[in-house]
């Protein structure tokens, strides 16, 4: 039944534009998702949920660490997860999340140094994981606040025990 302002004619139209609207959120949403998906799946982004150094190295700019890594004294004790990332249960996940980001869009738009360098950050997450690692060996240190100061970290001195002899 129309009234005499057309009020029925007007809910009609408002209705038909809503449903257009819904169906194009709706594409965008399937383009998305489907751009996602794909994206993920030529990425190889499952695999980086696993601890397989190999996954490190789908990323073609990371080959020459791995390399090293498998020639480096570490490489019978300790995987990539072990020294990059943190080992308690959320941090270590908002660590990789936060390092597959920047390394993703970092990649993707060749904005990097190359050599590739570890971020401060990152490496206080290497250096803590030293010190638990070989608490004991540096237990002395530790006790006299070697360590006290973030500057001073494990690599500066041992550099070729993770990654092999450097450049």
Same mark, same amino acid.
């Given at each position: 039944?129309?009234?005499?302002?057309? %009020?029925?004619?007007?809910? #009609?139209?408002?209705?038909?534009? @809503?449903?257009?609207?819904?169906?194009? $959120?709706?594409?965008?949403?399937?383009?998305?998702?489907?751009?996602?998906?794909?994206?993920?799946?030529?990425?190889?982004?499952?695999?980086? /949920?696993?601890?397989?150094?190999?996954?490190?190295?789908?990323?073609?700019?990371?080959?020459?660490?791995?390399?090293?890594?498998?020639?480096?004294?570490?490489?019978?004790?300790?995987?990539?997860?072990?020294?990059? $990332?943190?080992?308690?249960? @959320?941090?270590?996940? $908002?660590?990789?999340?936060?390092?597959?980001?920047?390394?993703?869009?970092? /990649?993707? $738009?060749?904005?990097?140094?190359? !050599?590739?360098?570890?971020?401060?950050?990152?490496?206080?997450?290497? #250096?803590?994981?030293? @010190? #638990?690692?070989?608490?004991? @060996?540096?237990?002395?240190?530790?006790?006299?606040?070697?360590?006290?100061?973030?500057?001073?970290?494990?690599?500066?001195?041992?550099?070729?025990?993770?990654?092999? %002899? !450097?450049?």
């Amino acid at each position: 039944m129309t009234t005499q302002d057309g %009020s029925t004619t007007a809910a #009609r139209a408002c209705c038909c534009r @809503l449903r257009r609207a819904g169906l194009f $959120l709706c594409i965008l949403i399937g383009i998305f998702l489907g751009v996602g998906a794909y994206t993920f799946r030529q990425a190889e982004g499952a695999s980086y /949920f696993s601890t397989d150094p190999r996954a490190c190295v789908n990323c073609h700019i990371m080959r020459e660490q791995y390399d090293s890594w498998q020639k480096a004294s570490h490489h019978a004790h300790a995987t990539c997860v072990d020294c990059h $990332l943190p080992h308690e249960g @959320l941090a270590k996940w $908002l660590a990789k999340a936060e390092n597959g980001f920047w390394h993703s869009t970092r /990649f993707t $738009l060749q904005d990097f140094h190359e !050599p590739i360098r570890i971020h401060e950050k990152n490496g206080r997450i290497l #250096r803590d994981n030293c @010190l #638990r690692c070989h608490q004991e @060996l540096v237990a002395d240190l530790t006790h006299h606040g070697a360590f006290a100061d973030e500057s001073n970290n494990c690599v500066r001195c041992h550099m070729a025990v993770g990654h092999g %002899s !450097p450049r």
